[in-house]
């Protein structure tokens, strides 16, 4: 068996983190009451946990090649795909920036 994580290309780490900076940014202003209106600080916060959780979950997604065939694992989900549904592999030097949506 061998495990590998998967790539992703500069831009799409900086527009996900800049994501939840920013809804950590609106939660703040929320919490100190400069963002109207302060009862939008339970959904901001609750929003920004959420995406800092699927983003963590997303970039720590592994690919592993078993006997079996590629399986592609991202917490909580998992997705096999058999070797008898691959029709061909290439290898790529340089990631293209929109690498890494699904």
Not at 3 to 14: D, N, T
Not at 29 to 50: C, K, M, N
Not at 76 to 101: C, L, M, Q, T
């Amino acid at each position: 068996m061998h495990e590998e994580k998967a790539p992703f290309s500069g831009p799409i780490i900086a527009l996900m983190l800049g994501s939840i900076a920013l809804l950590g940014l609106a939660s703040v202003l929320s919490f100190a009451g400069i963002y109207e209106p302060a009862e939008a600080f339970d959904v901001l916060a609750l929003t920004t946990v959420i995406i800092a959780m699927a983003a963590l979950s997303f970039f720590n997604m592994r690919f592993r090649v078993t006997n079996e065939g590629v399986k592609a694992v991202m917490f909580p989900f998992s997705h096999r795909v058999a070797y008898d549904n691959i029709r061909e592999v290439h290898v790529i030097d340089k990631i293209p920036w929109y690498v890494g949506w699904g």
